[in-house]
């Protein structure tokens, strides 16, 4: 662009100069009709990205490939959204604000996004929900609107719904607030969850857990003689699970502590564990006990079959606190009420089912949280859905790249990352392929559990 136009101040152009002066004339006017036009121009619109704050003392390269350099340099060392103007979100941006359509810069803006996205489906697999609702919020900054992100955030509400309250419901069902107060019971929590999710094992076994502790109420009050309080109890129960076992065996119950022998010490015993039941006393270390008042009344009358029947209540009992426990991942404490289950004489079935249920959950919350002991072979998993990487066109040469991946308990593919490669620029293409790839459930002993295996992908030109 010419910076400056000098013309002779006395001189008659048609008379002074030649050829050449008409050429610089000439020269002058198209110089002036491009400046013309080049005013005319529209400015260009910023693309609808977040605002990149730019300091007026910053020193810009002025080409928007430098910033897509950058970005790259960037997203291959883990800088991507942070720390603050040295991270590859930055630099995309940057290099958008240059040129607003730049294939490189956009593709680069895209892989973010996508690395959002699938940062937040991984805090959720690991129930992270902080973690995962930053990463959708970032999300939704930089596209307004966007319909994963707004998923994600459904999902992890419900989520952290769903936790709180089973949380609430376990506690409740720890201090036998089961059916009372109105407004704080286990009941009504257990049955918020099943609104929020109506397939909730830890809801449905927990309204089981509470209709078997009423009816034990109901047959301990039984074998005391106090046939209003077992009504009552059978009441409730009848209310919210009409097809409990247990229901008929209340009128049993009161009919052997009718025909039993006026002998009043074993009555005494027997309002004793019924009282020791209602109390959650239901085995050692607790002092009394329903169990050992139990055994009490089968040393003076072995053929009790209300203390015998008192014994089964005992365990059943124990068997439910144990499964309450695990239900609320707390698998060491399951231990407790699982030892004294089998010290009262709960059948083999029962506790092996029990400690079955402690090890795979326990295995399956390790595996959950990315703890695994080693891969599994690829050759050991059976592949329903196979993914197959793009050859990158900025790629000069084959390639290959090594991903590391965990195939969840339904058969997805979560947290995949590239373990090595030849070049960097086959990573994506290999990570975008790996997430379309479904799996059967790999299964330990028939269940489902989640694995972590290895896949090469070989690129050729």
């Known amino acids: ?69 950058f970005g790259e340099e960037a997203y291959a060392e883990g800088r991507i959204i942070d720390p603050a103007e040295d991270n590859a979100l930055y630099f995309f941006q ?39 609702r930053q990463h959708a919020e970032k999300l939704l900054a930089l596209r307004p609107g966007d319909t994963v992100a707004l998923t ?11 936790e709180s ?26 049955r918020s969850i099943l609104e929020l999710d109506p397939e909730n094992s830890v809801a449905k076994r927990g309204i089981q857990s509470i209709a078997q502790l009423l009816l034990g109420y109901a047959q301990s009050a039984a074998l005391a003689g106090e046939n209003g309080k077992a009504q009552a109890f059978v009441a ?34 027997l309002k004793s564990a019924a009282d020791a039941m209602q109390a959650g006393q239901l085995s050692e270390p607790d002092e009394p006990n329903a169990l050992a008042l139990f055994n009490a009344v089968l040393e003076l009358q072995p053929d009790s079959e209300a203390a015998r029947h008192g014994k089964r209540l005992v365990i059943r009992a124990l068997l439910d606190r144990a499964w309450s426990e695990i ?17 009262a004489g709960a059948s083999r079935a029962k506790i092996d089912e029990l400690q079955e249920e402690i090890d795979y959950q326990a295995a399956l919350a ?29 790629a000069a040469e084959d390639g290959w790249v090594v991903i590391h991946f965990t195939v969840s308990e339904e058969g997805e593919v979560v947290d995949p990352d590239v373990l090595e490669s030849s070049d960097q620029v086959f990573d994506e293409s290999a990570l975008k392929a790996i997430r379309r790839w479904r799996f059967r459930p790999y299964t330990v002993d028939g269940r489902p559990m989640p694995v972590r295996s290895r896949v090469k992908f070989e690129f050729k030109a």
Request: charged share 25%; aromatic share 8%.
């Open 94 to 132: 940057r290099a958008l604000a240059e040129a607003p359509k730049n294939a490189d810069a956009l593709g680069g803006l895209d892989r973010v996004l996508s690395y959002l996205a699938n940062s937040a489906e991984s805090a959720i697999y690991r129930g992270d929900w902080l973690e995962a």
């Open 165 to 190: 309250l089973i949380s609430k419901a376990n506690s409740q069902l720890a201090v036998a607030r089961l059916t009372e107060p109105a407004d704080d019971n286990a009941l009504a929590t257990y």
């Open 366 to 394: 390790k595996a959950r949280s990315g703890e695994f002991d080693n891969l599994i072979s690829l050759t050991d998993l059976e592949v329903r859905n196979r993914g197959v990487p793009d050859f990158p066109k900025e």
């Open 1 to 69: 662009m010419l910076s400056a136009i000098y013309t002779p101040r006395s001189l008659n152009p048609l008379q002074s100069f030649g050829a050449a002066s008409l050429i610089i004339i000439v020269g002058v006017l198209s110089s002036w009709v491009y400046l013309k036009r080049s005013s005319e121009t529209p400015t260009f619109v910023m693309p609808e990205f977040a605002p990149v704050q730019i300091q007026p003392e910053e020193a810009s390269p002025g080409e928007a490939a430098t910033w897509v350099q």
């Open 236 to 269: 409730k129960v009848r209310n919210f699970a009409p097809d409990a076992k247990g229901l008929a065996e209340v009128e049993q119950i009161q009919k052997q502590w009718d025909q039993m022998a006026s002998n009043q010490q074993v009555q005494d015993l």
């Open 327 to 343: 239900g609320a991942g707390n698998f060491q404490a399951a231990r407790g009420p699982l030892n004294q289950a089998r010290k």
């Open 152 to 162: 994600l955030q459904s999902r992890i509400k419900r989520f952290e719904d769903l």
